[in-house]
């Protein structure tokens, strides 16, 4: 099962504009993570939300969290080239399996 | 340097034929998982894991298996019984509770059917 739906599935903008990014997920959440992929690589760790938290900032990222309507978004501001990468939600689902979502894919033209 | 490290970034497999998949982690992290990874995909869960000696499925083992013996070694074997391995392979570890720390991934292995 995957438990965040990314939303849209990909997204081309251009440098220097904003790129929001959402997740929406099924069942009730403690954490939500964002992880970044760069094309052939392993993931990293962008940024944790708690469940009593409704927006976290972390340099140009920004993610809020709504738990009533079960989602989640990430914004980047003022794009590089380099934020050019496939972005995922995370959480843990019952049964203590952390899951991830089907990923937005980010193209930022130069 | 702390990481965890995946091994081979390549591998192939002839048909019929089981492989290994390494993944060992100096991080002293409690939870470790193997993702699978097709084109264009996210990740599925193959087996977590957050204790030594104890595993669990996760939503598509069939084909698969694992072991841990030691805290910082998670390998993942392909078997035979899994019908379409080609696919990229992912390792993770992080702290307890699962969810509540970040995960830090290997850098993956792309395994082929020959």
């Known amino acids: 099962s995957q438990q965040g739906e990314e939303d849209p599935q990909a997204l081309s903008i251009q440098e220097g504009e904003n790129a929001t990014m959402n997740c929406s997920y099924k069942?009730?959440?403690?954490?939500l993570q964002w992880y970044r992929q760069n094309s052939g690589r392993g993931l990293v760790h962008l940024i944790l939300i708690r469940s009593n938290e409704r927006e976290k900032h972390s340099g140009r990222l920004r993610v809020t969290l709504d738990t009533s309507k079960k989602s989640s978004s990430l914004l980047i501001t003022a794009s590089r080239a380099a934020d050019t990468a496939s972005y995922f939600c995370a959480q843990m689902e019952y049964g203590n399996k952390l899951v991830f979502g089907a990923g937005t894919i980010l193209r930022v033209k130069s | 340097d702390g990481g965890i490290t995946q091994s081979p970034k390549y591998l192939f497999r002839k048909e019929g034929q089981n492989v290994t998949l390494s993944c060992e982690q100096n991080l002293n992290h409690d939870a470790m998982y193997w993702y699978r990874q097709d084109p264009g995909q996210g990740l599925r869960l193959i087996y977590y894991?957050?204790?030594?000696?104890?595993?669990q499925k996760g939503d598509i083992a069939e084909g698969y298996s694992v072991s841990r013996e030691k805290k910082e070694s998670f390998p993942l074997t392909v078997t035979s019984a899994q019908k379409n391995p080609t696919a990229f392979y992912l390792c993770?570890?992080?702290?307890?509770?699962?969810?509540?720390?970040?995960?830090?991934f290997g850098q993956g292995t792309r395994l082929t059917v020959v």
């Open positions: 069942t009730s959440i403690n954490n």
């Open positions: 894991s957050q204790i030594v000696n104890d595993f």
């Open positions: 993770a570890s992080s702290g307890l509770p699962i969810g509540h720390t970040e995960a830090f």
